[in-house]
């Protein structure tokens, strides 16, 4: 029946006069969408092209792109943030992923000796060498010490070794990489030091230094210097030439140049330098405890041998790896903390 719809409601002119005439009627329920709105409309303006904006009030439907040039909603920009603090939480959360293959290791070796494949004399078990870490823990051998004491010297040597061999190297290349004359005058010594063995350095220091602890001390810096010395001057000589004209465009000093670009742009090159000088560090301190050494993990090593206890070697190893794993993992977080500019190319 007409008076049950909305239109038999209105009276007849004017429900004729949005028809006959053309024009559009202006009646409608309170608060209607107003010609051109809606979701059609939307639609028709994501058809015609990236160029063409939208109405004003319409909604964008669900699905369509985003036009070019428009501002993001904030929950696009949160849902941004969110993602881009879960790309940095990435690193960290896989962290654990790098004890899968020592883990292995382990397991394979522990099958191995467990087997009888290789006798345990020759190849202890993990289990076997951690029986007798606890042992040296826990006990102060008259032959080995105590492991925590051994540790204690050994991480001394290292710690000054390295100190005096890092700064050496930092500086010498600094000197090297600043100026031709400087390359000349340092880089031939350099390059040939670097080609000696440390063992054939050994009864040449005692003459020199005798056996205390100097010439330990010496062969460790000696060694640590050369890795870090080598990086930092190919890092400085790689700085892209153009920064250094900007830098003198803009009426930096030379001092203020070295500081503001040249050492930042040499500084991943260093700590890479860094991380090899400190494994060298580890491998010349088992040289430099070979010259008369009462303590230490070369000296237990040393004792070891005397009496056959591949055991007692074998924890002194895995206590030079954990060691070297330890400083490279302290490396490794300054470098994150040094080089976050570079976390983007990373995660791309």
Not at 173 to 180: D, E, F, P
């Amino acid at each position: 029946m007409p008076g049950n719809t909305p239109t038999g409601l209105l009276p007849t002119a004017l429900s004729r006069s949005g028809t006959d005439t053309g024009t559009p009627s202006r009646t409608g329920p309170p608060g209607g969408t107003p010609p051109g709105t809606g979701p059609a409309a939307a639609q028709q303006a994501a058809a015609a092209g990236p160029g063409t904006a939208a109405p004003p009030g319409t909604a964008a439907p669900p699905g369509a792109a985003a036009v070019p040039g428009t501002a993001a909603a904030p929950g696009a920009a949160s849902a941004a943030g969110a993602a881009g603090a879960a790309a940095r939480r990435g690193p960290r959360r896989h962290a654990w992923y790098r004890l899968v293959s020592p883990l292995a290791v382990l397991i394979i070796w522990q099958l191995v000796s467990s087997s009888g494949l290789v006798s345990e004399q020759k190849l202890p078990s993990p289990s076997t060498v951690l029986h007798t870490a606890i042992t040296l823990i826990t006990t102060n051998s008259a032959a080995y010490g105590t492991l925590q004491g051994a540790m204690v010297v050994s991480l001394e040597r290292v710690a000054i070794g390295f100190a005096l061999g890092g700064a050496a190297g930092l500086v010498l290349a600094v000197i090297a990489g600043l100026s031709r004359l400087g390359e000349n005058s340092v880089d031939p010594l350099l390059q040939m030091l670097r080609t000696l063995p440390l063992f054939g350095l050994i009864p040449v220091f005692i003459v020199w230094f005798g056996i205390g602890e100097l010439p330990k001390v010496l062969l460790i810096a000696l060694g640590a210097a050369i890795p870090l010395y080598l990086n930092t001057f190919a890092g400085i000589r790689n700085v892209d030439a153009k920064l250094a004209e900007a830098g003198q465009s803009l009426g930096l000093t030379r001092a203020e140049k070295i500081r503001h670009i040249i050492l930042p742009g040499a500084l991943p090159q260093m700590l890479v330098g860094l991380r090899q000088s400190l494994g060298v560090a580890w491998l010349a301190l088992v040289v430099a405890e070979q010259i008369n050494a009462n303590a230490g993990l070369g000296f237990m090593i040393s004792q070891a041998t005397q009496f056959l206890r591949n055991d007692v070697i074998f924890v002194a190893l895995l206590v030079y790896c954990l060691l070297g794993l330890i400083t490279d993992a302290l490396v490794r977080l300054l470098e994150r903390r040094a080089l976050t500019w570079r976390r983007g190319l990373l995660e791309a």
